[in-house]
């Protein structure tokens, strides 16, 4: 069974860029997440959908972040413009619903570095 | 206060000891309670599960909680080098939103 994927693994940008990053889910999982996983701290959540419905955007900043998953499958997180404080890990995971006895699955990360 | 609270190490531990990773938190609605295990520049990856207080073992890793206490534990023995990782305790309540602890770097020398 193929893992959750993601691209870019890196990016590098400077403060008020841009930025983009994917996530395809494992087949069949219905709810996505994107976390945020600073230096030395664990992931936090940022947004959840729930095939292609948001769940909870509580920690997003909305004013910078947005996040779309389209048809249910595949998800897009932006950042735009970046501030120096976005310098983190972003990690998408997938789990088969919202039950808590769910697995969360995790991809590699894309790290981003803000200069 | 943190809602979770975990010592972030490092931890640097002979080949074949027993290492004690600990977490404690402060809601008492969580019921489930996790370990992931988090090689460098990879994702985490789930590694025990556990469902409200007691204990659980899977091979050389046994987890431990105690809601009472609200004070979580994993525990591995005879440790490897490749065991050498960061572990993440989390937890979540009624949902299926988790809350992580900071990670444990644990490292396992020969």
Known sequence: ???????????????????????????????????????GQGPKLLIQFQNNGVVDDSQLPKDRFSAERLKGVDSTLKIQPAKLEDSAVYLC??????????TQYFGPGTRLTVL | ??????????????EGAIVSLNCTY??????????????????????????????????????????????????????QP???????CAMTGPTDKLIFGTGTRLQVFP
């Open chain 1, 1 to 39: 069974e193929a893992g959750v994927a993601q691209s870019p693994r890196y990016k590098i940008i400077e403060k008020r860029q841009s930025v983009a990053f994917w996530c395809n889910p494992i087949s069949g999982h219905a709810t996505l997440y994107w976390y945020q996983q600073i230096l």
């Open chain 1, 93 to 102: 995971a997938s789990s088969l619903d919202r039950s808590p006895a769910d």
């Open chain 2, 1 to 14: 206060q943190k809602e979770v609270e975990q010592d972030p190490g490092p931890l640097s531990v002979p």
């Open chain 2, 26 to 79: 402060s809601n008492s609605a969580f019921q489930y309670f996790m370990w992931y295990r988090q090689y460098s520049r990879k994702g985490p990856e789930l590694l025990m599960y556990t469902y409200s207080s007691g204990n659980k073992e899977d091979g050389r890793f046994t987890a431990q909680v105690d809601k009472s206490s609200k004070y979580i534990s994993l525990f591995i023995r005879d440790s």
């Open chain 2, 82 to 88: 490749s065991d050498s990782a960061t572990y993440l």
